[in-house]
Each structure stands twice: as structure tokens, then as C-alpha cells.
């Protein structure tokens, strides 16, 4: 078996598995639901949930992944009694193939991410920029094809010198560039009104089942559960780590991304609204995610005179480092599975898992209207809440408790007497299925409760 590969230190798997964690989701998805959802009540609920539900199911993926040392596939099968190994096979590729349609999605939004980079650039240099900011099929094509090339050049190079090396170089600027956005907007008219609604929660909309769901599917996505990467990232950590405070701290880095995030786009919203762009529809509700981002942001920009094509670029390249930081972790799924269960050599694995993922994105490409919400709906809101209930039963009712807790001890040799330990595995065998599985039954409006 060729020989698989290790984070160097701890913070590098920390930036790595917050750079998979941190990406569209945090920046784009996240300030927009909770410009839709009541503000402030949505950011309570999404950190609520990302503790009690995604971090003890990210728990899980990091154990068993460090546990296998392999990739999903391999994985599941190791911790699987001989009845169940199937299902943990089939989980498995299950998480595989979700990771792939993921990325066929995720690639085309940052493909648009990269173009309005390039095009604020060029506008910069008073080059026309129209072709790159507007909606058109090439376009789409084009960048979803460039996209994918830098997604599967850093994932050939490997673990420490392809997904470790540019996710420890990406991570800090992007923090840098969100800060910087965030204090120059802050200082603009119209953005006071935008930290009102986002620091203020109006509980009364916390009970709101709809705002629960999507605060829910939020948590998921952005922490990359339920597809495996967390699994395969958590098979690179050196068997010294002390598990659990890693995945504390990349839960945490990834809330923090979040509200920072919501502290730049919240009151950007609300800036371009005071310099008379349009934020809401006729009906009153804020308009659709994706003309805030390509349409409402770049009005706001446009109103600010020369700073704007600044602060344009610096908006587009943030999106963009943010998306390849993710979507490199999305690659790894597949790209792992195929070095470690069928010896393929990395570069020509990578190259090969990344070229047939992109012609399904072109596919997507070709048959937006129709095609791509039914993907990114089974992908999202069916896949990988369902495949993270699988992992908790197999972490909670399938693997030997006395190796789970072994592997849990190569870090921290006192993993017994610690409160992780007293409420984890109990709570990964017996709530957190079955919150995840009722939220699921009642967002498919089976059950009405
Ligand atoms: N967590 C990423 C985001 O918030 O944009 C999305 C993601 C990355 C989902 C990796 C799934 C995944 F495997």
C-alpha cells in the first residue's frame, strides 16, 4: 500500500479541518439565513445545535477515522462487527459519493466566486468586466473547469505538502480580509441598522420549526459532517493528539468564521439598502441567496467609489480562498479511498476522481434549472443527516467500547475519568440519532409535530 500521510502538527490539522469547515456555508449561507431567519434567534440556535448535535458527531468521524487509518470505506468496515460490515461499507461510499455530488455543486458557486474576483480586478484596471460578472452558460463552464483544476493540483500534492501547505497559507488571510471588510463597512451609513437585527435575537422565533431545521442542516454543512471528510482528515492526526480539544477547537473556529461573517454581510446588506439598492422582493422578503451575494453586494460596491473595487476584489477572493479550502477536503473523500483501497498512485487518483466529478458539474451546468436544487437538496437535507445517524450508531451500538475508548485514550490516558467520556458515548448511541432522525422525519412533513 503506498504510504498514507499525517498532518505535521496539531495546528495544522486545525487549520486543515476548519478550512474544510469554513467555507461557502459559513460566508454565504450562513449570513442569509439569518438575514432571513430573525437574526439574532438564528445565531442562537445555530450555536446551540453545532454543540449539542454536529460537534458530537464530528466526535465521531475524527475517532473513527484516526482509529482505521484509512480511508471511509476501509473504515467503517473496521469498526464493523461481521453482521453489520456491509452497512459500514455502504455507509461508506455513501458519504463518498455525497462528498463528490457536494463538490459537483459547490465547484460551479465558487467557479462564480473566482469570475466576479477576476472581474472586479480587470474592472479595477478599466478593463470590461461584463463576461465575468454576468450569468452566462461559458462562463459558468469556464470557471467550474479552472476551479477544478486548482481544487485537484492541491489534492494530488498530497497531505502535508498539498491540503496541509495551502490551507495553513489560505486560512490566515482569509481571517485577515473578512476583519478588514468588516471594520471598513462598519464605518459606513446604514450598517448600524444591520448589527441591530444581528445582535438582537427575537426569541420568540427560537420555536419556530423552520428556522430549527435550517439552523440544523447549517450545523452540518458547515462543520462537513456526514460525507466522511472529517473521517479521512481525522485519519491523517498523529495518534498523540488528544482528540476530543481538536474537535472542540475546529467547532469553535468555525462558529467564529460564521459570526464574523454574519458581522460583515449582515450590515453590508443593510448599507447597500440605505444607498437604495433593492434587498427585498414585492412580497416583502429578503430576495433570493443568490442575488444578494452577485447582485446586491456588487451595487453596494459600485456606490462606494473608488474604495469599491477594492474592496470588491478583496470580497470575491475571500469567497474564492474559502471555497478551495473546502472544497480540497471534499476531493480527499474519493481521492483516499482510491490510494488506500485500490493503491492508485495519488496524483493520477486525484486527476482522475476530480476530471469525472467535473463532467457531472458540467452536466449540472447544462441542466441548472431542473438538475442542480434537486442534487444540492438530497446532498444536504436527505444524505448527510441520514449518513450522520449512521455513524452514530456505528460509533454507539457497533464498535467494542473498549476500543473506542483505546483509541480515545492514545491521546489523553485519562479519557475515562474525563466528562467527555461520561456523557459522549452514551449521547452519540442515543440522542443524537434520534433528535437528527426526528428533525429529518419532520422537515419531510411525514410526521407533523
Ligand atoms: N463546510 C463547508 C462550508 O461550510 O462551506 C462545506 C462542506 C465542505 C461540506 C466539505 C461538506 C464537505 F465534505
Not at 469498526?79 to 455502504?90: F, H, N, V, Y
Not at 469567497?319 to 493520477?348: C, F, G, N, Q, W
Not at 437538496?377 to 454507539?396: D, H, K, M, Q, R
Not at 480515545?408 to 442515543?430: A, D, S
Request: charged share 10%.
Amino acid at each position: 500500500m503506498a504510504s498514507r500521510g499525517e498532518f505535521s502538527s496539531r495546528t495544522a490539522f486545525i487549520l486543515a479541518a476548519s478550512g474544510s469547515a469554513i467555507g461557502l456555508g459559513n460566508i454565504w449561507g450562513f449570513p442569509i439565513k439569518v438575514a432571513s431567519n430573525g437574526g439574532g434567534a438564528f445565531v442562537f440556535t445555530y450555536i446551540i445545535l453545532t454543540f449539542l448535535l454536529a460537534y458530537p458527531i464530528l466526535m465521531a468521524e475524527l475517532v473513527i477515522g484516526r482509529h482505521a487509518k484509512a480511508d471511509t470505506v476501509k473504515s467503517m468496515a473496521k469498526i464493523s462487527s461481521d453482521k453489520t460490515r456491509w452497512l459500514g461499507m455502504s455507509t461508506g461510499y455513501w458519504g463518498m459519493l455525497t462528498a463528490s455530488l457536494i463538490l459537483s455543486f459547490y465547484a460551479i458557486i465558487a467557479g462564480w466566486m473566482v469570475a466576479h474576483a477576476l472581474g472586479s480586478l480587470l474592472s479595477v484596471a478599466g478593463v470590461s468586466e461584463s463576461w465575468f460578472v454576468s450569468d452566462s452558460l461559458a462562463r459558468s463552464a469556464v470557471f467550474c473547469v479552472i476551479f477544478f483544476v486548482l481544487t485537484i493540483s492541491v489534492v494530488a500534492n498530497g497531505v502535508s505538502s498539498g491540503i496541509e501547505k495551502w490551507s495553513t497559507r489560505l486560512m490566515p488571510i482569509l481571517i485577515l480580509i473578512i476583519v478588514l471588510l468588516i471594520i471598513y463597512i462598519a464605518t459606513l451609513p446604514g450598517a448600524a441598522e444591520g448589527w441591530k437585527v444581528y445582535l438582537q435575537p427575537d426569541f420568540s422565533k427560537v420555536t419556530d420549526p423552520s428556522l430549527v431545521l435550517d439552523a440544523l442542516s447549517q450545523a452540518f454543512f458547515s462543520l462537513s459532517l456526514g460525507v466522511g471528510t472529517m473521517m479521512v482528515y481525522g485519519s491523517y492526526i498523529s495518534k498523540s493528539e488528544n482528540l476530543p480539544r481538536l474537535g472542540a477547537a475546529v467547532a469553535a473556529m468555525d462558529i467564529g468564521i460564521a459570526v464574523l461573517a454574519g458581522m460583515l454581510v449582515i450590515p453590508a446588506i443593510y448599507v447597500a439598502q440605505h444607498n437604495g439598492v433593492v434587498i427585498y422582493d414585492d412580497a416583502g422578503n429578503l430576495i433570493e441567496s443568490t442575488g444578494l451575494i452577485f447582485n446586491v453586494l456588487p451595487a453596494l460596491f459600485n456606490t462606494m467609489g473608488a474604495a469599491g473595487g477594492i474592496v470588491s476584489i478583496l470580497f470575491f477572493v475571500l469567497m474564492s480562498i474559502a471555497a478551495l479550502t473546502s472544497s480540497i477536503s471534499m476531493l480527499e473523500v474519493p481521492v483516499a479511498y482510491a490510494t488506500d483501497s485500490h493503491d492508485v498512485p495519488r496524483a493520477k487518483a486525484a486527476w482522475l476522481v476530480g476530471i469525472a466529478i467535473l463532467v457531472f458539474s458540467i452536466l449540472l451546468v447544462l441542466n441548472m434549472s431542473w438538475l442542480f436544487g434537486k442534487v444540492v437538496n438530497f446532498a444536504t437535507e436527505f444524505s448527510e443527516p441520514l449518513i450522520g445517524i449512521l455513524f452514530c450508531f456505528f460509533v454507539g451500538w457497533v464498535w467494542r467500547r473498549d476500543q473506542l475508548l483505546g483509541e480515545l485514550q492514545e491521546g489523553n490516558p485519562q479519557m475515562q475519568e474525563t466528562l467527555f467520556w461520561k456523557i459522549w458515548p452514551n449521547y452519540v448511541r442515543f440522542v443524537c440519532p434520534a433528535i437528527v432522525l426526528a428533525l429529518l422525519i419532520r422537515s419531510s412533513g411525514l410526521l407533523n409535530f
